[in-house]
């Protein structure tokens, strides 16, 4: 899917030199610029942060042996952070009181009702160590002082290459390759769906242009979540590209107006023939070249279509032939 960057990038530049009288203007700075992440933003998480490990948080210590000053979390964050005043903070009184958690943790108790993962390296990847629900520990010597993000696990967690998802089920993760890190993150599919749209859609579009922009961008990545068998050239597995070779996932874009259309089609479904449906779009009629009518849709008819006072629905329907949206 290369064609994928000539979509929509060209059309969002042109937007902004026309808004500002044909000044020069870099997409970054006018689609996605000054955007906090939904999902590790620690102003966006620090609600219910106390720092007194409550009955159904996870907690970090700064000293072994549960000493020092704690940090307490009531879900999983992909990133702690590591500068101040960004970061994730230890907040009860005693040693390490202000320091990030990031790399600097020691010790943990997990008051959650889930199985706890710690990992080396941020966006929940890397080398980890699982505490049950109760438990009490240090970290280990690979992970202690050396803690980037924490993941409550569900019961069935998938593990290597598998998913939990089916064509009548969402995956609760999916496996991203981050081509420029060169390594694999297991993103949580909702995150994951969250912070492709704003890189995909301009967020300023109708509400029913984003809504159709939602199921297109979680139906791919649901398809490719229960079919590929992509892996790296060191062996792992992985499900998409974070680039324009799949869909352009950055972590930290996510915007209030793409989340909002995310959460509105969570429980919907697109399917064609019982089997979710591998959605493409481009940015115009004449950019998907190659591509079978009744199997992509335009992104900026989408927005026309909405413009015009369509549903996002009728806007799906008229561009994915034989769907059914349940």
Known sequence: MSRRRARLTAGIATIAATALGGVAVTTAAIAFGGVESVNAS????????????????????????????????????????????????????????????????????????????????????????????????????????????????????????KTDGTDSKLPTTILVYRTSLNRVDRVPFKTYVKNVLPNEWVSSWPKASLNAGAMAVKSYGWYWALHSTRKTAGGQCFDVYDSTSSQVYKPGSAKASTSAAVDATWSAKMTRGGKILRAHYCATTTACGGWVTGDWMSQYGSRDKANAGWSYSRILKYYYSGIVLS
Do not use: M
């Not at 942060?49 to 700064?62: A, I, K, L, Q």
């Not at 390296?121 to 240090?138: I, L, M």
């Open 42 to 161: 620690p102003a966006g998480a620090a609600a219910g942060r106390n720092g007194v490990c409550d009955t159904g948080e996870f907690c970090y210590y700064f000293n072994s042996g549960n000493k020092g000053s704690l940090s307490d979390f009531t879900g999983s964050v992909a990133d702690l952070g590591a500068k101040q005043p960004s970061c994730y903070e230890f907040k009860s009184a005693g040693t390490g009181k202000g320091k990030c958690v990031k790399n600097n943790a020691a010790s943990v108790w997990n008051r959650s009702s889930k199985t706890v993962r710690v990992y080396f390296n941020s966006g929940y990847s890397g080398k980890y160590q699982d505490f049950k629900a109760g438990a009490k520990g240090n970290l280990n010597s690979s992970l202690k002082n050396q803690n980037a993000s924490h993941e409550l696990l569900s019961s069935a967690k998938p593990i290597g290459c």
